[in-house]
């Protein structure tokens, strides 16, 4: 198991197994080439890990026809995963749009309360999101959806920058 692997810095060894010269010239070399080595081994490892995490997760929401999103809220981007988006009937694809043109999604009678959800999880209120909507499907009709989440990543000033979630027809 590669996540184990540590290998002691040359000048530690050096002093350790009392090296001669010529040894140092071969060794030192070939330990900082098995150190880059090791650091290969171990990100590959986790490339792997969250590729398969990655997987599951994916199929967990395929199984459970629920789509995630994700708002950046720096940058005011609504990302919407291909399942989101067949959920109202637009084409599977991973879409990225701006908070103002998500919101126009959102019934006119449902925006306020929505909103007012937000903001209570901003302000610390509750612990996550969790709220009933409609929203304007691809055909013109209105679909509710129940939208959860909850901010996953904050500044250093501890300002909300990620808000993360699931949604599904109801």
Same mark, same amino acid.
């Given at each position: 198991?590669?996540?184990?692997?540590?290998?002691?810095? @040359?000048?530690?060894?050096?002093?350790?197994?009392?090296? =001669?010269?010529?040894? /140092?010239?071969?060794?030192?070399?070939?330990? @900082?080439?098995? =150190?880059?080595?090791?650091? &290969?081994?171990?990100?590959?490892?986790?490339?792997?890990?969250?590729?398969?995490?990655?997987?599951?997760?994916?199929?967990?929401?395929?199984?459970?026809?629920?789509?995630?999103? =994700?708002?950046?809220?720096?940058?005011?981007?609504?990302? #919407? @995963?291909?399942?989101? /988006?067949?959920? #109202?009937? +637009?084409?599977?694809?991973?879409?990225?749009?701006?908070?103002?043109?998500?919101? /126009?999604?959102?019934?006119?009678?449902?925006?306020?309360?929505? #909103?007012?959800? &937000?903001?209570?999880?901003?302000?610390?209120?509750?612990?996550?999101?969790?709220?009933?909507?409609?929203?304007?499907?691809? +055909?013109?009709?209105?679909?509710? &959806?129940?939208?959860?989440?909850?901010?996953?990543?904050?500044?250093?000033?501890?300002?909300?920058?990620?808000?993360?979630?699931?949604?599904?027809?109801?």
């Amino acid at each position: 198991d590669l996540r184990n692997v540590k290998i002691l810095p @040359s000048e530690k060894y050096n002093r350790r197994f009392k090296m =001669n010269k010529l040894q /140092q010239k071969i060794i030192i070399p070939f330990r @900082s080439s098995l =150190n880059r080595l090791t650091k &290969i081994f171990k990100l590959k490892y986790l490339e792997e890990e969250l590729e398969l995490a990655n997987s599951y997760l994916s199929i967990a929401l395929k199984s459970t026809e629920c789509g995630k999103w =994700n708002w950046n809220i720096s940058s005011d981007e609504v990302e #919407l @995963s291909p399942n989101a /988006q067949a959920i #109202l009937g +637009y084409e599977k694809k991973e879409i990225m749009l701006k908070q103002k043109s998500f919101l /126009q999604m959102i019934h006119t009678e449902d925006k306020a309360s929505f #909103l007012y959800e &937000i903001e209570k999880h901003k302000s610390g209120v509750t612990d996550y999101v969790s709220v009933d909507i409609r929203m304007k499907s691809a +055909y013109g009709y209105w679909n509710w &959806i129940n939208m959860r989440g909850k901010i996953v990543e904050f500044d250093r000033n501890g300002l909300p920058l990620i808000f993360a979630g699931i949604n599904y027809d109801i």
